[in-house]
Each structure stands twice: as structure tokens, then as C-alpha cells.
């Protein structure tokens, strides 16, 4: 953990800090002097948040609504003056064969994980410093088919080219643009899909197999990667890459 003063006086923006890593990336933040304005549409995973880090600023949100998430962020910065970090870790998973997914669930898919990324880029950037950073959650998926999870797989590989149009068109401004790319973390998604499956603990052994390391990601270990490449010091020359949280699940494909 970077040390208390790193943070402190800078305003960080997390979306989808409701959710088990966006959670953990806020109040990461959070502790290492940060002033968090956590983002998400899940009230009881906000009130979750602000009980562990009461300086967290919680709004609930649809980050699918343009001029909600125009507002949020132009209140956001009153009494801070800038948005140093934009986090975006909001998403959603919706499993199915192409031939059977509704139309509604691959929308909705695609205006969590894609669409609400372009809107908190877009109404955060003017309100951005020379020097800083935005980080977004993509995912291995983008790299490694998943049967069923096309849709999603599909949403983070947009996420990942984003990432590089986005740092290349931003870099004339000093902004940063990055992305973490975390394997199975135990949490959000993990816990959902073993809550569904007719052998949980055999999908747990998978997902467990799956990394060279033997076992899932803690969301803190991802969130350890956020705090890095939002730093000014530690990671002033990254831009435009992904960091690979995985536990070596690349090197095992």
C-alpha cells in the first residue's frame, strides 16, 4: 500500500464502486488519502462502502444516463476544483448462446460495460489536470473466449481498444490512459456464477486451476493495480497498456 500522503488532496472518481472490485478500488484510494467520489446505481453496495470509509462520497447512479452522469461529475469536482483519477470498474454479466441471448440483454451488456465507460471519459476529461489518469477494468476475457460469456468477453475487448485510441487522442491533453486486465477475482462475477451453477465447487476448483498461481484474485490485489498506475510518480510514463492482474491465467492459456 502506497503510503497515506501519495493520495492525499486528490479528488478520485470510481464507477461502479458498488461491485466487489469497484468496491475495493474505492476504498483503496480512500486509504491512502484520497477524496473518493464512488459512483453506482447499487445503494446497499454504496452504504457497504461509506460504513468501511466514511470520507467516500457515495451517488447513486444510472451510468447509462447521459446527463446523470454529466451532473454527477460536474458536482463532483465543487469544493475540489478537478477529477485527478477516473476509475472505471462498473459491469455486468449476461451468459448465453449467441442464437438464445434477448436483444435486451446484450444491450444492457453493452451500455454497462461499454457505453458507460464512454460516458464517464467523455464528461470527466474536462474536468482533468495536466498529469491525469484514467484506469479502466478490462478483463483476460478480452483475450481468451469464454462459451456463454461471448457478450462480455466481447464488451472488454472494446473496453481494451478504447484504451489505446483514448491514450494516444489524450496524451496532447497529459492525461494517462490505462487498463488493468484481472483473471477470476474472488468476487462479484466469481461469487454470482457459483451461486448458479449446479457444482459450485467444482467451477471454484476451475477457476482456481485456471491461474498458474493456483488460486483467484483478491479484489484488494486488483485494486493494488489501480493505485499504481493512478500515481503521478510510480507510473508518470505508462499510458496506454494494460496491466495484467491474472496470476500468470495468460501464460496458462
Given amino acids: ?7 492525499a488532496g486528490r479528488h478520485v472518481v470510481v464507477t461502479g464502486a458498488g ?32 460504513a468501511a470509509h466514511p470520507t467516500v462520497r457515495g451517488v447513486r447512479i444510472d451510468l447509462t444516463d ?49 457505453t458507460a465507460v464512454f460516458l464517464a471519459v467523455k464528461h470527466a476529461v474536462p474536468h482533468m489536470p495536466d498529469g491525469g489518469a484514467i484506469i479502466h477494468l ?24 478504447l484504451t489505446f485510441g483514448t491514450a494516444q487522442e489524450l496524451a496532447s491533453r497529459g492525461l494517462r490512459v490505462n487498463a488493468v486486465c484481472p483473471g477470476w477475482v474472488d468476487a462479484g462475477f466469481t461469487h454470482q456464477a457459483l451461486r448458479t451453477t449446479p457444482d459450485p465447487d467444482v467451477l471454484h476448483a ?19 493495480a489501480f493505485l499504481f498506475l493512478g500515481s503521478p510518480t510510480r507510473a508518470s510514463f505508462i499510458t496506454g497498456s494494460e496491466l495484467f492482474v491474472d496470476g500468470g491465467f495468460m501464460i496458462k492459456r
Fill in 206 to 224: 476451475a477457476a482456481r486451476e485456471a491461474h498458474a498461481l493456483g488460486r483467484m484474485a483478491r479484489p484488494d490485489e486488483v485494486a493494488e
Fill in 138 to 161: 478490462s478483463s483476460v476475457s478480452a483475450y481468451a473466449g469464454s462459451n456463454g460469456s461471448w457478450a462480455y468477453t466481447a464488451t472488454k475487448g472494446a473496453v481494451s481498444s
Fill in 19 to 50: 461491485g466487489g472490485i469497484g468496491s475495493a478500488v474505492a476504498g483503496a484510494f480512500a486509504a491512502a488519502g484520497a477524496q473518493v467520489s464512488a459512483l453506482d446505481r447499487d445503494a446497499e453496495g454504496l452504504s457497504g462502502l461509506q
Fill in 66 to 114: 447521459e446527463a446523470a452522469v454529466s451532473d454527477a461529475l460536474e458536482r463532483s469536482v465543487q469544493g475540489c476544483g478537478s477529477i485527478d483519477v477516473l476509475a472505471t470498474c462498473a459491469g455486468v454479466l449476461r451468459q448465453g448462446r449467441i442464437t438464445e441471448m434477448s436483444r435486451e440483454d446484450f444491450d444492457t451488456i453493452v451500455a454497462v460495460n461499454l
Fill in 1 to 7: 500500500m502506497p503510503e497515506q500522503r501519495e493520495y
